[in-house]
């Protein structure tokens, strides 16, 4: 959706005189509770206050103190970010500069009939009513086979597929590898967070292993049967076109993990054959979901939420939207998509609620992701991709015959710093 038409939505809905609550009418009530502080609640949060013109309570509850990015985390891994907390967004621009009402704790049930949410926060369990829902938690991971719990993943193999203490265990996993031995890492199926971020990750790691343990390598067990994103620019990399080699095995079906310390082992099949592999640092990649929490709120259809794509509302439950990597939109799982998701939601809202502002169902959303990915700790590739709304779906645009999504041609130093300040714009915009 072009941005002169979120601000005419804005500005469309200052007239209006709709019944909503004043901020501090009543406790713990508000027009609009979102549920997670992330690269899409953050955004709606802070965009349904500025474009609500103040007219519209926003409480959002987010479990932790403060955001850490999964965008830029591979970085945390070999290096080049000296640490985790580089990445740590604090929520205090959109309580200060827009009047977000920040909570801080963990929902834990949503009654959709009643209209509330209930959380845990540091002062026990409260209870929070809102107008419209927005659920933006993000994902959940599953068990992969042989594993029995997963708290696994925080103490022996870490996905880090959320950032956090898991991208640092890692890292540390990296540091401590013999030279000689192996890195494995696996994909699962898509759909799954950031379609190129498994690849990049092979990438990175395979040139810090090229300086710091010549004799190792990454083994990358995929059970797509192909690359899932920029696959010239990944498998040129793989083959060695910035120095170094990923073993990449498509088509591979992981049927057990045996976790051992320094000598995990891998079993899978490819192409019929049964095959194994030893990991001294293994990083599997959980198949992902939508969180129980939607499940349980009647939200999910398969592993995902169905939505309305004008409004992000749930097809399923009437007056609760959901945004990113947990609804089913059609498009990448990925910040930038989040971000833009959770405007055309926003303008939804305030239409619901102040009775009139751009006509929503006439809209047809036009929305871009744009996803840049190191191949070492110099160079970048990028993925771009501009979604038109059609017929009740997002497509790839034809518009101006240009074929999308699009990728660059190879990687470059310059692309480098286009992804910095891709990234400190898409944060800025969210959290800013
Ligand atoms: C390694 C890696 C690299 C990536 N690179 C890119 C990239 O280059 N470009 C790109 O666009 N995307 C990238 N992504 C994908 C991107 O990070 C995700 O798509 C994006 O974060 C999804 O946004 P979200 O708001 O849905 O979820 P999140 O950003 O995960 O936010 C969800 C929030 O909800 C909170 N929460 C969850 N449950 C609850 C609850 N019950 N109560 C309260 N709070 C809760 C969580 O704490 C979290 O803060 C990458 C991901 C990874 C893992």
């Not at 929305?367 to 700790?377: K, M, R």
């Amino acid at each position: 959706m072009k941005r002169r038409e979120f601000i005419q939505a804005g500005t469309a809905a200052l007239g209006l005189g709709a019944t909503l609550y004043p901020l501090t009418a009543r406790a713990a009530a508000y027009n609009v509770v979102v549920v997670g502080g992330g690269m899409a609640g953050a955004t709606i949060s802070k965009y349904l206050r500025l474009w609500g013109r103040g007219q519209i309570s926003v409480a959002m509850i987010e479990k932790d103190a403060v955001y850490t990015s999964n965008i830029m985390s591979n970085e945390v891994l070999t290096g080049k970010r000296a640490s985790i907390s580089s990445l740590a967004y604090s929520y205090t621009n959109l309580v200060n500069k827009y009047g977000v009402v920040r909570v801080q704790g963990t929902v834990t049930t949503v009654d959709a009939i009643n209209k509330t949410v209930t959380y845990t926060g540091p002062s026990g369990s409260s209870v929070i009513t809102y107008d419209r829902l927005v659920m933006a938690p993000g994902l959940d991971f599953d068990l992969m086979p042989g594993m029995s719990s997963l708290s696994e993943y925080d103490t022996l193999v870490p996905h880090a597929w959320k950032a956090g203490a898991q991208t640092t265990l890692l890292r540390n996993q990296l540091l401590a590898i013999p030279n000689g031995q192996d890195v494995v890492i696996t994909i699962p199926l898509a759909p799954y967070r950031c379609p190129p971020g498994p690849y990049e990750r092979a990438c990175v790691i395979a040139d810090w292993l090229r300086v710091y343990k010549p004799a190792s390598k990454v083994i990358l067990l995929d059970a797509n049967s192909t690359i899932q994103a920029q696959a010239t620019n990944f498998q040129n990399a793989f083959n060695g076109r910035y120095g170094y080699k990923v073993d990449y095995r498509a088509g591979v079906t992981v049927t057990n993990l045996q976790l051992i310390a320094g000598a995990n082992v891998v079993s899978y099949t490819q192409a019929g054959l049964e095959k194994t592999v030893t990991a001294a640092v293994l990083n599997p990649i959980p198949p992902q979901r939508a969180p129980e929490l939607l499940v349980n709120a009647g939200l999910v259809s398969g592993k995902f939420a169905p939505v309305n794509l004008l409004t992000y509302e749930s097809t399923l439950v009437p007056g609760v939207h959901v945004i990113g990597d947990a609804s089913i939109s059609g498009m990448p799982k990925a910040g930038h998509i989040g971000n833009q998701e959770a405007k055309v939601c926003a303008n939804g809202i305030i239409y619901a609620l102040l009775g009139t502002a751009y006509a929503v169902n006439e809209t047809s959303p036009v929305l871009n992701s744009a996803c840049f990915t190191p191949v070492n700790s110099t160079m970048a590739s990028w993925l771009s991709a501009v979604y038109q709304y059609s017929g009740g779906v997002m497509m790839p645009s034809t518009a101006n015959g240009v074929t999308q999504p699009r990728a660059s041609n190879g990687a470059s130093r310059d692309n480098y710093k286009d992804m910095e300040k891709w990234f400190a714009t898409l944060m800025g915009d969210s959290f800013s």
